[in-house]
């Protein structure tokens, strides 16, 4: 063997290998600082409010410690060239929300309403249940491509999903939108657990069609106008979208689902043209559905003019609607936080009453953190939106990125939904707020869907095998010519 | 609790949370683990970020074999066209296959490939060679289908169903 037997030890000096380190100890070191940075907030909590460091600040410091140490550890084992930074910033997140939570639950306010104190430690289960999701998604899901066998069985799966709030007795009506069930005590949203499922399905049926759906075209007006047959799954997506806006009154499941379809096949075709039909499609659905839902009716009023809510609320006023001052204390909550915020614990964005620390969580981290706080955070959820998009850049079969843009998709969609909600850019809807928002269903989800989104990215950075791993490279000899 | 320790805190919060966010994005900016191409003298144009549709640069082609294989071995198989346009593979002495089936190095998605199509390989002197797998659209390098196993020219467009791809420097 001479000398040019292996065309890249010549060059090793100049051209680098392709993503050769594992990365895990640099997501150690930023674990770390996740953990490390709910503690302090913790602790700046306990002093603001009562004077003194929280007594559970050891426990509760150790507790999510352990969590993302054995996330890690797990990650470290079986995703050993999985995205660095994903976990990270999902434990961070996930701290945050449990300090908002915990100081919620300290307040006076709060605490008439509800029975004292109970969210913070539920919660801090919920995101254990979540880990452990999590890890047993990296455990079992060892190559991500099995999930395309299962295409459409995890249709009927996220259709029963998403129509089990629909079945009599098992379904709940909670605050006028039926997204819930209830199974043993505990109120399940088995729509954010669709939404996984639901990507699944979508990014193997899209990855099968994407050619018929992109070629068969005619051009006129510059955009690409797709057959009238190739507009079937997109009208039967739609449909079933609108039927959840109508039948669940759920603006925000419908939008999420809806969303994550069209993102997915404008990714899959590179068709301009499916957007502009995707937004005139649930711009139609939804103006058509406001214009008999009362309960969407009321959401829109109370985004066009939340102060007249608010009044309206303040008076009493008995008129079949529900009025909430809650739009319009988030905005003042929002307001009054500044560029630095008050403070932690020292805002009083309880007055939000009702869902402060769910759906309105985000107006808390507003007030007490300021804008320079709400655009950390943002940003945080942006490089999860980002390291998801690279994960589907990186993906090397059609399956896995279409997978990845899916779930990455959902989670940006999400997260715009509950935050234009809470700041009054768009009607507020019933979502939560990934991994901040207490809520089981969706911080168990979202650590599946970061467990999802870790396996992809382990598979798409791992390098390419040994060549010795591959004997019928030495077995062919080559007739020069 | 005195007022100056809770803004300095609050300040303090604000700071470290930002830091993180600073942190992370440089993980980011030391994480682009795509092939790192050092630039070597005049050789800028083979640095080129890949998503060109353009052939190669002439002057790359037809250097193979002999003495300048060394100077001229290619370390990045690039697809050029298609719908995994952008994908660079590295090209490390292991054997790339092609083909629709999932555990191809490169999955094809296209209704013109079959299941394990082609192969590139290194042979015993480090010359690449693509290698046809009895497909049943054929493989094509430049204009003319592969027969037997071929060695590939820097830079020549390697066409299987409507993906192109080239080995670069």
Redesign the interface.
């Known amino acids: ?2 000398s ?5 030890t ?2 090793t000096s ?6 050769a380190p594992s ?1 895990r100890n ?1 997501e150690l070191a ?1 674990l770390v ?2 953990v490390a ?1 709910p503690v ?2 913790y602790a ?1 909590v306990g ?2 409010i009562n ?1 003194e460091v929280p007594a559970g600040l050891l426990s509760y410091g150790l507790g999510l410690g352990l969590l993302a140490g054995v996330a890690h550890l797990v990650v470290r084992k079986f995703a050993p060239y999985a995205d ?2 994903l976990l ?2 999902a434990t ?1 997140l996930n701290g945050l929300g449990l300090v908002a939570i915990w100081r919620l639950d300290q307040s006076k306010l709060l605490q008439a309403i509800r029975q004292a104190g109970t969210a913070a430690p539920r919660q801090l289960m919920y995101t254990a249940l979540g880990i452990a999701l999590f890890v047993g998604v990296l455990l079992l899901l060892k190559d991500h ?1 099995v999930l ?1 066998r299962y295409t459409y069985i995890s249709m009927v799966g996220a259709l029963i999903l998403l129509l089990l709030p629909l079945v009599p007795g098992l379904g709940q009506d909670i605050y006028g939108a039926k997204i819930w069930i209830s199974v043993a005590g505990f109120s399940i949203q088995p729509g954010e657990f669709a939404k996984i499922v639901l990507a699944v399905f979508f990014a193997g049926y899209l ?1 099968v069609k ?2 018929a759906l992109a070629l068969a075209s005619r051009r006129f007006m510059g955009m690409y106008l797709p057959r009238g047959r190739d507009l079937g799954p997109i009208l039967v997506v739609w449909a079933i979208s609108i039927l959840i806006l109508v039948f669940e009154t759920d603006l925000g499941t419908s939008l999420l689902f809806f969303g994550m379809f069209v993102i997915m096949l404008y990714v899959a075709t590179e068709r301009t043209s499916w957007i502009v039909f995707g937004l005139l499609m649930s711009a139609a659905g939804a103006i058509g559905v406001a214009s008999f839902e009362s309960h969407i009716q009321t959401r829109v009023q109370a985004w066009l003019d939340p102060m007249r809510e608010y009044q309206l609320s303040r008076q009493g006023v008995k008129d079949g609607i529900i009025h909430s001052e809650q739009a319009m204390q988030a905005l003042w909550a929002f307001g009054s936080g500044g560029t ?5 614990g ?1 805002g009083h964005s309880d007055l939000i009453r009702f869902a402060a620390n769910s759906d309105f969580i985000l107006a808390t981290f507003g007030e007490e ?2 804008l ?2 709400i655009m ?2 943002l ?2 959820y942006g ?1 999860i939106v ?2 998801g998009i ?1 994960t589907a ?2 993906a ?3 399956f896995g990125k279409l997978l990845a843009v899916g779930l990455s998709g959902a989670f940006a969609l999400q997260v715009f939904v509950v935050a234009g909600g809470v700041m009054g850019l768009i009607p507020l809807t019933g979502m939560t707020m990934p991994f901040m928002a207490y809520g089981g269903s969706s911080v168990i989800a979202n650590w599946a869907l970061i467990g999802v989104l870790l396996r992809i990215s382990d598979t798409a ?1 791992r ?5 010795a ?2 004997p ?2 030495e077995m ?6 | 609790m005195s007022e100056l320790t809770l803004t300095v805190m609050r300040l303090g919060f604000l700071a470290v949370l930002w830091l993180f966010v600073i942190v992370a994005v440089q993980v980011i900016r030391t994480d682009l683990f795509g092939t790192r191409v050092t630039q070597r003298g005049a050789r800028r144009e083979a640095a080129r970020p890949q998503t060109g549709r353009q052939a190669a640069p002439p002057q790359q082609r037809g250097q193979q074999g002999g003495g300048r294989q060394r100077r001229n071995a290619p370390t990045k198989l690039v697809v050029t066209e298609g719908t995994l346009t952008g994908t660079t593979v590295a090209l490390q002495g292991q054997t790339i296959t092609l083909g629709r089936a999932h555990d191809s190095t490169i999955v094809l998605d296209d209704d013109y490939a079959s299941s394990r199509h082609a192969r590139i390989y290194p042979d015993r002197d480090g010359q690449w060679i693509v290698e046809d797998l009895g497909s049943t659209n054929g493989t094509y390098l430049d204009r003319s289908r592969l027969t037997t196993p071929t060695p590939i020219p820097l830079g020549a467009p390697i066409r299987i169903g409507k993906t192109v791809i080239e080995l670069r420097k």
Do not use: K, Y
Not at chain 1, 340 to 344: D, I, K, P, T, Y
């Open positions: 063997m001479s040019t037997t292996n065309p890249s010549h060059h100049t051209i680098g290998a392709i993503g990365r640099t930023l600082f996740a940075i302090f907030a700046n002093l603001a004077n660095p930074l990270p910033l961070l491509r395309q990855m994407r050619d630095l915020g008050s403070g932690l020292q953190l300021g320079a706080g950390a955070i940003l945080i490089l980002e390291r690279r850049l990186a090397r079969d059609p950075r390098p390419a095998p040994a060549p791993s591959n019928d490279a062919t000899q080559v007739v020069r010519p």
